[in-house]
């Protein structure tokens, strides 16, 4: 923990299958970088922040949510990854495997870059905020919770500035 910190060692513990050797490679857990798994979440987390406080500080709110407005395919993958995380933490419980839930974070990170690559959440300049942008917002704060939640079961800061 002394050459990681302590978020890298848990996380790195975690995301290990219990009946698999665990490889601890000190030079990736201390990178600030995509390959470094925990860095990845807590980056995508802290990027879910950064759109929200842009958003409260133009004005935007979420507003009602209106999920049928939610078309594109990053959109979609966004929302599937969302609606599994409540079994994912079910499974991984039961069957003791919390590596599950790392894993999982990891894919729902990845995704939400994808998904913030693809579409615009906050609109540009002086463009007025649609509905379309307030259930973006939505979605994006759904996935910030869902990723703060899971950091949180195993014992990782979920940081909001990086």
Same mark, same amino acid.
């Given at each position: 923990m002394e050459a990681v910190g302590v978020d890298a060692a848990r996380y790195a513990l975690a995301r290990a299958s219990a009946d698999s050797a665990i490889d601890l490679d000190v030079d990736v857990l201390t990178r600030k970088s995509n390959d470094n798994p925990v860095y990845y979440v807590q980056y995508a987390h802290a990027r879910m922040c950064a759109v929200a406080r842009k958003a409260a500080a133009r004005g935007i709110g979420g507003g009602d949510f209106r999920p049928e407005l939610l078309t594109h395919e990053r959109e979609s993958d966004l929302l599937g990854l969302l609606a599994e995380f409540p079994g994912v933490v079910s499974a991984a419980a039961e069957q003791r495997e919390v590596h599950h839930v790392a894993r999982h974070?990891?894919?729902?990170?990845? /995704?939400?870059?994808?998904f913030y690559d693809a579409c615009r959440i906050l609109p540009l300049?002086?463009?007025?905020?649609?509905?379309?942008?307030r259930a973006r917002l939505v979605l994006s704060e759904a996935a910030r919770t869902v990723l703060r939640n899971g950091l949180g079961l195993l014992?990782? /800061?979920?940081p909001e500035r990086m």
């Open positions: 974070l990891e894919r729902l990170s990845g /995704t939400f870059h994808r300049g002086e463009e007025p905020a649609t509905d379309l942008t014992g990782v /800061t979920a």
